[in-house]
């Protein structure tokens, strides 16, 4: 490749990341709260293990922490640990469920967050569901809402975190959390299907990211934007591997991993995985 299609001459530079996961030993597909998940097809829970171990090995190769949360049985979405909270600055805003059936995920998360001794925790007044609505990029808070996380919780996260929130409306009801139609890839950067946003919404990433990388349905149906980046490399779902070769192209390095088991409740590596971030 020569220096006119890669328009990123600078190496990318990785940053260290802390997460929290949370083991599948309790997952399975009980009930149908997105359009992913059909209780009548078969889960096996024991490959699912396998898999998020695959997940939690590929980002300690990486040199990043993980830390673990232990799984309440009852809870089988709970491995979806990017749900339990939003941290920014060492601040822990608490989530509070749309669902009935994962109610009892947000104040388990936020017991773990006090255990650890974090001081500056939020029980959330509105419906928010962690990371899945709030991605940071930047100086931002990207915020989605339109199926889960309530509109009003936009102006809570924005005076909690003292960040601006950038409110996102999703339409597709197959991308139903902000983390599957969108990833932040680097501080400036996201990629992002268009098509799950609601044009006014469409219009305020392209003014905001206008070198934005519009990943193709394709991948987005595999969920190829579920992904995290730490600023050089990005693992996501192997099957997308059209998204993975515009990733090359802008500089990053793509690692794909197979999470098929965890799809079938709507997730993949993103939704498994919740940002630590730490006071500066
Ligand atoms: N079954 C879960 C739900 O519908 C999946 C959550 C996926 N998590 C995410 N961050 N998108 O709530």
Same mark, same amino acid.
């Given at each position: 490749?020569?220096?006119?299609?890669?328009?990123?001459?600078?190496?990318?530079?990785?940053?260290?990341?802390?997460?929290?996961?949370?083991?599948?030993?309790?997952?399975?597909?009980?009930?149908?709260?997105?359009?992913?998940?059909?209780?009548?097809?078969?889960?096996?829970?024991?490959?699912?293990?396998?898999?998020?171990?695959?997940?939690?090995?590929?980002?300690?190769?990486?040199?990043?922490?993980?830390?673990?949360?232990?799984?309440?049985?009852?809870?089988?979405?709970?491995?979806?640990?990017?749900?339990?909270a939003t941290?920014v600055d060492?601040r822990v805003l608490g989530a509070r469920?749309r669902?009935?059936?994962? &109610? $009892?995920? /947000?104040? %388990?998360?936020?017991?773990?967050? *006090?255990?650890?001794?974090?001081?500056d925790?939020r029980d959330p007044v509105e419906i928010n569901e962690g990371e899945g609505d709030f991605l940071l990029a930047?100086p931002y808070l990207l915020a989605g809402t339109g199926f889960r996380s309530a509109r009003a919780s936009h102006a809570e996260a924005q005076e909690f975190f003292g960040r601006p929130v950038i409110g996102l409306e999703l339409?597709?009801?197959?991308?139903?959390?902000l983390?599957?139609?969108?990833?932040?890839?680097?501080?400036?950067?996201?990629?992002?299907?268009?098509?799950?946003?609601?044009?006014g919404s469409?219009?305020v990433?392209?003014?905001?990211?206008?070198?934005?990388?519009?990943?193709?349905?394709?991948?987005?149906?595999?969920?190829?934007?579920?992904?995290?980046?730490?600023?050089?490399?990005?693992?996501?779902?192997? &099957? $997308?591997? /059209?998204? %993975?070769?515009?990733?090359?192209? *802008?500089?990053?390095?793509?690692?794909?991993?197979?999470?098929?088991?965890?799809?079938?409740?709507?997730?993949?590596?993103?939704?498994?995985?919740?940002?630590?971030?730490?006071?500066?």
């Amino acid at each position: 490749m020569n220096a006119t299609e890669n328009p990123t001459r600078t190496p990318r530079t990785p940053r260290h990341m802390r997460l929290l996961m949370c083991p599948p030993e309790h997952f399975d597909v009980t009930y149908s709260i997105n359009p992913w998940m059909d209780p009548a097809k078969p889960v096996d829970t024991g490959l699912a293990v396998t898999q998020w171990q695959q997940l939690v090995a590929v980002y300690r190769d990486l040199g990043h922490t993980v830390e673990l949360i232990e799984p309440l049985p009852g809870c089988p979405d709970m491995v979806y640990a990017a749900n339990g909270a939003t941290v920014v600055d060492g601040r822990v805003l608490g989530a509070r469920f749309r669902n009935g059936q994962r &109610a $009892a995920e /947000g104040p %388990a998360y936020l017991r773990w967050f *006090r255990d650890q001794g974090y001081r500056d925790t939020r029980d959330p007044v509105e419906i928010n569901e962690g990371e899945g609505d709030f991605l940071l990029a930047g100086p931002y808070l990207l915020a989605g809402t339109g199926f889960r996380s309530a509109r009003a919780s936009h102006a809570e996260a924005q005076e909690f975190f003292g960040r601006p929130v950038i409110g996102l409306e999703l339409v597709d009801p197959r991308f139903y959390h902000l983390d599957t139609a969108l990833a932040v890839l680097a501080p400036d950067l996201v990629a992002y299907h268009p098509a799950a946003f609601s044009a006014g919404s469409r219009a305020v990433l392209e003014r905001l990211f206008p070198e934005a990388v519009l990943a193709s349905p394709q991948d987005a149906d595999v969920f190829g934007l579920n992904a995290m980046s730490d600023g050089r490399h990005v693992v996501l779902p192997e &099957a $997308a591997t /059209g998204l %993975a070769s515009q990733l090359a192209e *802008r500089g990053f390095q793509p690692i794909g991993v197979d999470l098929s088991e965890l799809l079938k409740g709507g997730g993949s590596v993103k939704c498994c995985t919740l940002e630590l971030r730490d006071a500066r």
